[in-house]
């Protein structure tokens, strides 16, 4: 089956710094996605990626297709102490396959 | 607009007991999927449904589950004969058309099954 490597598992930063993860797969995909998760909550959709090369940003956040379609990355920009919560990337092709996630928190 | 229902939030069964997790989509959605997320890990595909058909379940254990949506009323997932592996966090997400069409999905809030 497909499978979505996630990287980092988690990041401690300090607010006001930026971040980066990203997703890599074995297989391509038609669509990559990027949803946020708040304990207790379901995933909450960020940025969608339709397209290879694709670059959209939803305010804070730049997210890329890879060229490829194997790949894609998330930035947060200045993050702020409500961007804590798990990031997972998704990959879909008819279904839609989660990465592991990236567990983000702030530092005071 | 209401999003996606998922109800009851939490859940309690002892093993042996059955399961029954509801979902109701938004409103205009007719196809409805099922993940299932252990702790600390990410959403695993369970089953992928329309009204009245399922369309696949690939990823559903052929044992003891079972995922119905039926043309009035909200998808339901059944567990029979829970046993503790089952405890997990159980979330519906629904679209307005097939996922071939690439549509993004919406998730529900979940319902956390503990078995005891």
């Known amino acids: 089956g497909q499978q979505l490597n996630q990287s980092p598992q988690s990041m401690f930063i300090q607010e006001g710094e930026d971040v980066s993860m990203n997703c890599t797969s074995s297989s391509i995909f038609n669509t990559w996605l990027w949803y946020k998760q708040d304990p207790g909550e379901g995933p909450v959709l960020l940025i969608a990626l339709y397209k290879a090369g694709e670059l959209t940003s939803n305010g804070r956040l730049t997210a890329q297709f890879g060229i490829t379609r194997k790949d894609s990355f998330l930035n947060i920009s200045a993050s702020i102490p409500s961007d804590v919560g798990i990031y997972f990337c998704a990959g879909q092709f008819e279904k839609l396959t989660f990465g592991t996630g990236t567990r983000l928190t702030i530092i005071p | 607009n209401a999003g996606v229902m998922q109800n009851p939030r939490h859940l309690v069964r002892r093993r042996g007991q059955e399961a029954r997790l509801r979902c109701s989509p938004m409103?205009?959605?007719?196809?409805v999927y099922w993940y299932r997320q252990l702790p600390e890990e990410g959403l695993k595909f369970m089953v992928y449904?329309?009204?009245?058909?399922?369309?696949?379940e690939s990823g559903m254990p052929k044992e003891r589950f079972s995922a119905e949506f039926p043309k009035e009323g909200p998808s339901i997932l059944r567990i029979q004969q829970v046993v503790r592996g089952d405890s997990a966090a159980y979330f519906c997400?629904?679209?307005?058309?097939?996922?071939?069409?690439?549509?993004?999905?919406?998730f529900g809030s979940g319902t956390q099954l503990s078995v005891l």
């Open positions: 997400a629904s679209s307005p058309a097939s996922w071939v069409a690439n549509e993004k999905l919406f």
């Open positions: 449904l329309q009204k009245e058909n399922i369309i696949d």
């Open positions: 409103k205009g959605h007719s196809h």
